[in-house]
C-alpha cells in the first residue's frame, strides 16, 4: 500500500503495573520519521480523564494537522515535568497506531521516566550497544541501574544474592486439620487419617513410603533427580561384599550389574561434618530432663535395576567410614530395621535437596546472575530482553520468603535437623563445587553420571523430560542470538556482553558473581559461548527449579516418608526395630503441621507457564518469530509428556511445559 504523509495516529501508552508507576505529570511527545523529520512537540492529555494511572492504556487521537510532513515513524522522543503531587512515571511501552495506512510501531520502553530527561527510543528498542544512536542515554540507565542494583554478599562463601506468613495463616485458617496436630503419634498408619479435608490432601508419599520401588523412585523422578550416578566401581569406603549382597541380586553377579551398568549409587559425602540443630528440651520425666536429639547422617546407598527393568535400593551405609557400629543396611534386614535406614537416608537426601538443589543452585546462585545481568545489560539490549522475563519475581521471593524462612527461629531451624546454620554451612561447601559447564548443562551434567544413554537407568524420568526442554530451549537460545550476532567483531566490541561475563565469573569477595565453568572465563568469543550462558541461565530459571521445588508437598507432605525432621540417633546395629521406635524418631505434630502448610504453599504454582511471558519485552518482528517457534516446540513437548505418563508406574507431571513457570516465583 502506497504510504501517505497526511493521516490521523493513535498513541497507546501503557502504564506499568508497578506501586508508584502512574503519574499526574504532564507528558509531551515527538515523533521522528525515517527521513529525519519530526512533530512539534505533543501533549499527550485526554480532557476530563486521568491519563497514566497504574495498569492502564491511554489512548490518545493526534490529528493529521498536528503531524504533517511525517512518514514511517524511526523515533519518538517523550518526556514529563514534575508537576503534581504523583510524577514519577514507569511506562511499559507506547504503541502508534497508522490506521489508515494499517502501520503499527511498537516502542518497549520498560522504564522509570525522570522528570524534565528527554527519553529517545527507537522502534522496537533493541540494540547492541555500540550500533546505539543514542549512547550517552544507554550510558547513564545502565549506571543508574547499577546503583539500583549493588552485588551484596550477606556473609562470606553464600551466593550473592511473598509473603509466606500470610499465606500460611490462611491456609491453617481453611483446614479442619489443624485440631489433629497435637499431642504424641499412636500409630504411623494414623497419620493417613488426618488428612480429610479439601485442603490438604493425601500425598502420594503415603501409600508408598515403605516400599522399595517407591523409595527408588524418589531417586530419579522427585524433587532431588540430580545427584545418581552410574556406579563403574564399588569405593572401598562402601563395605558391601558379594556374599552380603547374594540374595538380593536375583542371580547377578555384582560384576555382572557393573558391567552392563546395571548398578548407581549416590554418595552424601558433603553432608559429612555439617552442623545440626543443638538438642531441645521436651519434658520432664521421673526426674530427669527430656531432650530431642538431632543428626544428619552422610549416607551412601546402592542402587540396582532388577531383571524387571526396575530401580531398587540393594545397601545404605548411614555413615562415610565403615565401622563395626556402621553397618551396611540391607532389603534382607528385619522390614522395620531397613526401612529405618531408608528414613534417615531420606532425611540426610531432604538436607541436600532444601539447602543445594532448591534453595542454593536455583534461588540463590540466580539471584546473583539476575543483578548481574541488570548490572551490565541495557533494557535496550536484545539479551536483557531475552532474559528479563526469566528474572521476574526472584529478587522479590528470595527477601521476602527465603529471609523468613531461613531467619534464626524461623522454618527451617524448626523443621530441618542442620537448622539454618546447618543450611549456610551446606550452601559455603556446594555453591563452589557448580559450573556452569556441569551442574549448569544438563547434556555435560549427565554424561557426567555416566547417565547420558537413555538406555541406562530406565525410568530416569527426570532426565528424559528434562532434556527435551533443554534441547528446546538451546534451539530458542541459538536462533535468538544469531538474529544479534552475525560474526565475531560484534561479539567482541559488545562492552556490555563482555562486561556481563567479567562480572558473572569475578569472585564474590571481589563483587562478583563467582561462576565458575564459564567458556573462556567469561570472554564470550562465538555465539556458542553466548548460547550456552543464556541456555544455562533460562533452563535454571525454569526447569531446575520447577524439578526441586513442585514434588514438595507429595514427599514433605507425609512426615514419615521424607522427614526433614528426624529425632535421635541414627541406628549402630543391625537390631530388630519396633514401630514404637520409628514413632519416637518422626517430627512433632506441630512440626509436622509447618513442613505440611509450607511444602503446601512452596507447591502451588501462581504465575504463567513457560514460554507465556508475563512481560513481552521483545519487540522485534524477527525475534517474535523466534518466541513463537519456542512456544510451539513447547507445546509439542508438553504432549509427549502427557503420552509418557500414561504408561508410567507413577506419573511424573512437573516438567510438563504447562506446569513449568518461566521464573523462579515461589
Not at 530395621?337 to 535437596?353: E, I, P, Q, R, V
Not at 521424607?562 to 543391625?574: L, M, Q, R, V
Request: proline share 5%; with cysteine.
Amino acid at each position: 500500500m502506497e504510504h501517505k504523509e497526511l493521516r490521523d495516529l493513535y498513541i497507546n501508552v501503557s502504564t506499568g503495573d508497578k506501586k508508584y508507576a502512574g503519574t499526574d505529570a504532564s507528558v509531551k511527545i515527538i515523533l521522528h520519521d525515517n527521513q529525519g523529520r519530526c512533530t512539534k512537540d505533543i501533549v499527550l492529555d485526554n480532557f476530563f480523564r486521568n491519563d497514566f494511572e497504574r495498569g492502564r492504556m491511554d489512548v490518545f487521537h493526534i490529528r493529521k494537522k498536528k503531524l504533517a510532513p511525517l512518514g514511517k515513524i524511526d523515533k519518538i522522543e517523550i518526556w514529563r515535568d514534575d508537576a503534581g503531587l504523583l510524577s514519577d512515571w514507569y511506562v511499559d511501552r507506547i504503541v502508534i497506531e497508522d490506521r489508515e495506512n494499517i502501520q503499527v510501531y511498537e516502542f518497549p520502553i520498560f522504564r522509570w521516566i525522570k522528570a524534565k530527561l528527554r527519553y529517545k527510543i527507537k522502534h522496537l528498542d533493541t540494540s547492541l550497544p555500540q550500533l546505539d544512536e543514542h549512547l550517552d542515554q544507554r550510558k547513564m540507565e545502565l549506571e543508574d541501574k547499577r546503583k539500583q542494583y549493588e552485588i551484596c554478599q550477606k556473609e562470606k562463601g553464600l551466593p550473592v544474592q511473598w509473603d509466606i506468613v500470610s499465606t500460611k495463616a490462611d491456609l491453617l485458617t481453611k483446614s479442619k486439620i489443624v485440631k489433629f496436630f497435637s499431642g504424641p503419634w499412636d500409630q504411623v498408619e494414623d497419620v493417613k487419617n488426618l488428612y480429610s479435608d479439601c485442603v490438604f490432601h493425601l500425598p502420594r508419599g503415603a501409600d508408598g513410603w515403605k516400599d522399595d520401588l517407591y523409595f527408588a523412585n524418589q531417586r530419579i523422578a522427585s524433587v532431588n533427580s540430580g545427584v545418581i550416578e552410574l556406579c563403574t566401581a564399588i569405593p572401598e569406603k562402601l563395605a558391601v561384599t558379594e556374599e552380603m549382597l547374594k540374595p538380593i541380586l536375583e542371580g547377578n553377579s555384582l560384576q555382572y550389574l557393573l558391567d552392563n551398568k546395571r548398578l548407581f549409587i549416590i554418595d552424601f559425602e558433603i553432608l559429612e561434618g555439617i552442623h545440626t540443630k543443638p538438642d531441645q528440651f521436651v519434658r520432664k520425666e521421673k526426674n530427669q530432663n527430656v531432650y530431642d536429639h538431632f543428626n544428619v547422617c552422610a549416607p551412601i546407598a546402592l542402587f540396582m535395576v532388577d531383571n524387571n527393568q526396575q530401580l531398587r535400593p540393594i545397601a545404605i551405609q548411614l555413615y562415610q567410614q565403615p565401622s563395626s557400629k556402621n553397618p551396611v543396611f540391607l532389603p534382607s534386614d528385619h522390614p522395620n530395621t531397613w526401612l529405618l535406614a531408608k528414613m534417615w537416608f531420606n532425611n540426610a537426601d531432604s538436607t541436600y535437596h532444601q539447602a543445594l538443589a532448591h534453595l542454593g543452585y536455583t534461588h540463590l546462585l540466580m539471584e546473583g546472575v539476575t543483578v548481574a545481568t541488570h548490572r551490565n545489560l541495557s533494557g535496550s539490549h536484545p539479551l536483557f530482553k531475552l532474559l528479563a522475563p526469566h528474572f521476574l519475581y526472584i529478587i522479590a521471593i528470595n527477601a521476602r520468603g527465603i529471609v523468613k524462612l531461613l531467619a534464626p527461629g524461623g522454618w527451617v531451624d524448626a523443621v530441618m535437623n542442620c537448622g539454618s546454620r546447618g543450611v549456610f554451612d551446606l550452601i559455603k561447601k556446594g555453591i563452589d563445587k557448580w559450573r556452569l559447564d556441569k551442574e549448569g548443562c544438563l547434556p555435560d551434567d549427565l554424561k557426567s553420571r555416566g547417565l547420558d544413554d537413555p538406555n541406562v537407568l530406565p525410568g530416569y524420568h527426570f532426565r528424559d523430560d528434562a532434556l527435551l526442554l533443554y534441547n528446546a530451549i538451546q534451539k530458542y537460545a541459538s536462533e535468538y542470538v544469531n538474529l544479534y550476532y552475525d560474526g565475531g567483531d560484534k561479539i567482541a566490541d559488545d562492552w556490555e556482553l563482555q562486561g556481563w561475563g567479567r562480572e558473572l565469573v569475578m569472585e564474590r569477595e571481589s563483587g562478583g558473581v563467582g561462576l565458575k565453568g564459564l567458556p573462556h572465563n567469561g570472554t564470550f568469543r562465538t555465539q556458542d559461548d553466548i548460547v550456552k550462558v543464556v541456555t544455562c541461565v533460562i533452563y535454571t530459571c525454569s526447569v531446575v527449579h520447577a524439578a526441586t521445588n513442585f514434588p514438595q508437598y507429595e514427599e514433605y507432605g507425609f512426615p514419615p516418608n521424607y522427614p526433614a525432621t528426624f529425632k535421635g540417633t541414627p541406628p549402630t546395629t543391625k537390631d530388630h526395630v519396633d514401630e514404637k521406635q520409628i514413632l519416637s524418631c518422626l517430627p512433632s505434630k506441630e512440626n509436622s503441621l509447618d513442613v505440611m502448610v509450607v511444602t503446601k504453599v512452596l507447591s502451588a504454582k501462581g504465575t504463567n507457564s513457560l514460554g507465556d511471558f508475563e512481560l513481552m519485552y521483545i519487540a522485534d518482528p524477527n525475534a517474535k518469530r523466534v518466541v513463537e517457534a519456542f512456544r510451539a516446540d513447547l507445546k509439542k513437548i508438553s504432549g509427549i509428556i502427557k503420552e509418557r505418563n500414561i504408561t508410567r508406574r507413577i506419573p511424573y507431571i512437573y516438567l510438563d511445559p504447562e506446569i513449568i513457570p518461566n521464573s523462579i516465583s515461589i
